[in-house]
């Protein structure tokens, strides 16, 4: 079982920045592969971001290539979002997931993630 902890969300301006973290508890967090999605009001969840499990190979949704950066902290159960030049259309609860079976070809697929976290909120304004 891993639970998970999103923290960092805030109400920003266009073209600032934010760190999102998420904590994870319970054992083995270095066998998951990490990733955030978001959901803006009356839009499906999205894909964000995925690290994998040794923290290498990031895979970035198109959206946000360039501007945010996810790292992980195996030794503290820690993911990390950075994100900077942020924009209205980035606004949206983030959440941060946790998966065991996810492969380079699944990483986009939130149903592949066993474990979530309650999200963040974070809102750009123009």
């Known amino acids: 079982q891993v639970q998970l902890v999103e923290s960092g969300g805030g109400l920003v301006q266009a073209g600032g920045s934010l760190r999102l973290s998420c904590a994870a508890s319970?054992?083995?967090?270095?066998?998951?592969?990490m990733a955030w999605f978001r959901q803006a009001p009356e839009k499906e969840r999205e894909f964000v971001v995925a690290?994998?499990?040794?923290?290498?190979?990031?895979s970035y949704a198109d959206s946000v290539k360039g501007r945010f950066t996810i790292s992980r902290d195996n030794a503290k159960n820690m993911v990390y979002l950075q994100m900077s030049s942020l924009e209205p259309e980035d606004t949206a609860v983030y959440y941060c997931?946790?998966?065991?079976?996810?492969?380079?070809?699944?990483?986009?697929?939130?149903?592949?993630?066993?474990?979530w976290g309650q999200g963040t909120q974070v809102t750009v304004s123009s």
């Open positions: 690290i994998s499990r040794s923290g290498g190979s990031p």
């Open positions: 319970g054992r083995s967090f270095s066998t998951y592969v």
């Open positions: 997931a946790a998966g065991r079976r996810v492969t380079i070809g699944t990483m986009e697929l939130g149903d592949e993630y066993d474990y």
